[in-house]
């Protein structure tokens, strides 16, 4: 069965840092681009970041210059490093899992159940 199951998260004061982790299974992790969204309540959802089957990766303007996305195929598994943290980072994060196509990555296929992220003032 595909499984993503994030883990990391946490409470952490405003300018502290958390490292997310993602374990991937029962697909070819190598075939897919990697995803990490956020959710925080009365909010959409945003796509923080996304890294493609080979490593190259982009983000959102929110989090750019402080968060880095990255990714372990031999492990299968997905790393989101978050530095600098706002109280406005506060969301649940989620992985997701989109066949890389060569020139784009289709729509997130699979999605892991999130972990907690709470930065405070």
């Known amino acids: 069965q595909v499984q993503l199951v994030e883990s990391g998260g946490g409470s952490v004061q405003a300018g502290g840092s958390l490292r997310l982790s993602c374990e991937a299974s029962?697909?070819?992790?190598?075939?897919?681009?990697m995803r990490w969204f956020r959710q925080a309540p009365g909010k959409e959802r945003e796509r923080v970041a996304i890294i493609d089957s080979l490593g190259s990766a982009s983000y959102a303007d929110s989090v750019k210059g402080r968060f880095t996305i990255s990714r372990d195929n031999a492990k299968n598994t997905l790393y989101l490093q978050m530095n600098s943290l706002r109280p406005e980072d506060t969301a649940m994060y989620y992985c997701?899992?989109?066949?890389?196509?060569?020139?784009?990555?289709?729509?997130?296929?699979?999605w892991g159940q999130g972990t907690q992220v709470t930065v405070s003032s």
């Open positions: 029962g697909f070819i992790y190598s075939n897919y681009c």
């Open positions: 997701a899992a989109g066949v890389d196509q060569g020139p784009y990555c289709a729509n997130s296929r699979y």
